[in-house]
């Protein structure tokens, strides 16, 4: 059927154009419902005719829902980064630099924005896309093809002239719009929210499920060309080739002819980044000449012919309206200010956080102070700053509040710690309903259909009050909640009925102790085994577990020894929840690597890193992500980076085989 084939290669041309026209160029020249029909035929037919199946084809943008670990590759030119610079002067010691080494003849500066992303590594081979690496080490990265197919600016094809084997590098990013939509939706999901969207791309970028990926709006700019065959000599010219193939490469550079074009060039995007749609932190000056480049060289970490301008964190100065105190699940106090609305770095700053009173008083800051806030890598801004002398003439310093804001107990302040909190952890309500999002979270109990929402609807129709309440609703109350079907309601009581099944480690982290995270509670869990174990385990008992300090036992043993907790722990056995480990938990635990560090690196025939890493734990051994004068063994399989043996035959680190480390429990 050699006119289906025909059909399904003229789908796929029409489709890569558009495709183009509408995510590199910013011309779509058919509807979005076009477009899906389309798509939606190319779809039918490729599942009609596995035959004709293409790895490149714009159907595999959709992403599949296979769940893999990366794999490792070694990066055929390592991954740089690039020496920073902070200042003017800095700038033209690089210049000078540069005029000295190439001995006063004349040479271009590339100046580009320097985008706040995550880098990627895209190498094509006969105009095809065959492989996506991260950064990783700079000698070996993360095989993301899968996922980084479904952006769709990255052409997936080439057009044109496109030497047969090159890479180009550039950067994922998250446009703030994107970036916000995709924070919105994850509160909504009861999720913790992104805190950049930086984090938020490099995030995306690692799913494990392409298909997910798919539903990120990432973008990418390329900004490097690499190969023995490249079209120009020239990096601006490689550049608009590259653009000519259907890449998307940066919108805004210049090539300078001297420095004071170079200082235009910044000067002009220190303000201007302002009104970007997507984050840059910096400028990037490249020498333009890859002949000069190759004179110039590299050191051991970055190309001499080239630098980074990091622009100072932009600030915004606005009115303090007033400050207004949250309490969070444990009970610690926070200070907020509430700010007239500033526009800062991409969005409208209202709140900042003040995170303690220390750091009240060290701004001495007083009501309706102007104030400077500064976007650091956290969600909330803060206050960097108070202009004094704006302050109005009478203004009072502020106070952090006596009592709790929410149910008026009086504060309490523990030695050594900077926070105040609210010692009603019984009925203070933002206490109480903090401890039943995280009992259901994703992370804890995992209960579907139950978001942060009709947990405080619930509690407002006092049917729960603490998370035992939750196993005893009935779908009858729950259809009684705003906007709650029947179907919604009975998967909530399927998916508490679930979680009766979820591990002890998981129900004690659910608990919601203070200190005890994900894995402080999956070592309570091996140590001790049975919830009575733990209720009854002193000092000396709790801090002898690996990793447990005395201010965790300390706050496992305040935990037990409060009665209401007790009575808690009896409902929840009672209720049929897992409060010790389940006999296959207790047989696959073992001590055989108690006191042990492990590396592990690489690829392993008989499981997967992760499962490798779970059997240490199990036998109780500890992970490591880096080889340190700390880590006993380095597990070494196929593929691991030379820079990781280098580093564990540099310490006398023992490095063992999979076969090796699999006698040493006995498998
Ligand atoms: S060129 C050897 N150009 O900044 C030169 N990098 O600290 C390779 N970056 O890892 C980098 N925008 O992730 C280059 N226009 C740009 C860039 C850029 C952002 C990132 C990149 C790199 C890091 C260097």
Redesign the pocket.
């Known amino acids: 059927m050699p006119h289906i084939g025909k059909e399904i290669q003229e789908l796929r041309a029409l489709l890569n154009h558009h495709n183009h026209q509408y995510y590199v160029l910013n011309e779509p020249q058919i509807s979005d419902y076009e477009f899906d029909q389309l798509m939606q035929q190319l779809i039918e037919l490729e599942q009609q005719h596995p035959e004709f199946a293409d790895p490149n084809s714009p159907s595999q943008r959709v992403g599949s829902d296979i769940n893999k670990e990366f794999e490792q590759v070694k990066h055929r030119y390592p991954?740089?980064?690039?020496g920073n610079t902070y200042n003017e002067g800095e700038i033209a010691d690089f210049y000078n630099r540069i005029s000295k080494q190439l001995i006063d003849e004349p040479f271009e500066i590339v100046c580009?924005?320097?985008?706040d992303g995550t880098?990627i590594g895209l190498s094509y081979e006969n105009g095809q896309l065959i492989r996506a690496v991260t950064?990783g080490d700079g000698v070996q990265g993360d095989d993301v093809t899968a996922n980084v197919k479904t952006i769709r600016s990255i052409p997936l094809i080439l057009n044109g002239d496109y030497p047969s084997s090159f890479e180009i590098?550039g950067?994922i990013f998250l446009p703030h719009k994107g970036f916000e939509t995709l924070n919105q939706a994850r509160n909504e999901a009861g999720e913790a929210p992104f805190a950049n969207p930086r984090n938020a791309a490099a995030g995306s970028l690692k799913m494990q499920n392409s298909s997910l990926v798919a539903k990120r709006p990432l973008d990418c700019f390329l900004?490097?060309m690499l190969g023995d065959q490249l079209p120009s000599n020239l990096h601006a010219e490689n550049l608009k080739k590259a653009s000519q193939w259907g890449f998307k490469i940066?919108p805004h550079m210049k090539v300078c002819k001297t420095i004071d074009e170079v200082f235009e060039f910044i000067n002009y995007w220190d303000t201007e980044r302002k009104n970007l749609p997507y984050d840059i932190d910096g400028i990037?000056l490249?020498v333009n000449s890859l002949e000069q480049q190759r004179r110039l060289g590299f050191t051991a970490k970055?190309?001499r012919w080239?630098i980074?301008y990091k622009f100072k964190a932009e600030q915004g100065y606005t009115q303090l309206k007033a400050v207004t105190f949250q309490v969070g699940r444990t009970g610690a106090v926070t200070p907020v200010a509430n700010l007239n609305p500033v526009f800062l770095a991409g969005t409208t700053v209202q709140r900042a956080s003040l995170h303690n009173a220390d750091i009240i008083n060290t701004l001495d800051l007083h009501e309706n102070d102007m104030v400077y806030v500064e976007k650091g890598g956290e969600i909330i801004p803060k206050i960097v700053g108070v202009d004094e002398t704006a302050r109005q003439p009478g203004a009072l310093k502020v106070q952090f509040i006596a009592d709790c804001p929410e149910c008026s107990t009086p504060l309490i302040r523990i030695d050594g710690e900077a926070a105040h909190y609210c010692p009603n952890a019984a009925t203070c309500p933002p206490q109480v309903k903090g401890r039943i999002e995280h009992f259901i979270s994703r992370k804890a109990m995992n209960i579907d259909g139950i978001g942060n929402e009709t947990i405080d609807l619930l509690y407002r129709h006092e049917y729960i009050k603490n998370i035992a309440d939750l196993y005893a609703l009935t779908p009858q109350q729950l259809t009684g909640l705003q906007r709650m079907g029947d179907k919604s309601a009975n998967n909530i009581v399927a998916g508490l009925e679930a979680s009766k099944q979820v591990n002890f480690a998981r129900v004690l982290f659910a608990l919601g102790i203070r200190y005890v995270g994900e894995t402080v509670a999956k070592k309570l869990a091996s140590a001790f085994k049975t919830i009575e174990n733990l209720m009854n385990a002193d000092m000396e008992q709790l801090t002898e577990v690996d990793e447990i300090g005395e201010r965790i036992a300390q706050s496992v043993m305040a935990y037990f020894a409060n009665e209401e907790n007790r009575e808690l722990i009896k409902q929840l056995k009672h209720i049929g929840l897992q409060l010790e480990l389940s006999d296959e938990e207790q047989a696959q635990h073992s001590t055989a690597l108690e006191g042990l560090s492990f590396v592990v690196s690489g690829s392993f025939s008989s499981f997967s890193r992760d499962e490798l890493k779970a059997l240490i734990e199990k036998n109780g051994g500890k992970n490591l992500s880096g080889v340190s004068s700390k880590t006993n063994y380095l597990v070494a399989g196929d593929k691991i980076g030379p820079s990781k043996l280098a580093k564990a035959e540099k310490l006398n680190v023992s490095i063992i085989s999979e076969d090796e480390f699999k006698q040493m429990i006995n498998l």
């Open positions: 991954m740089l980064s690039l580009e924005l320097k985008y880098a950064r590098r950067e900004y490097y940066p990037v490249k970055s190309p080239a980074s």
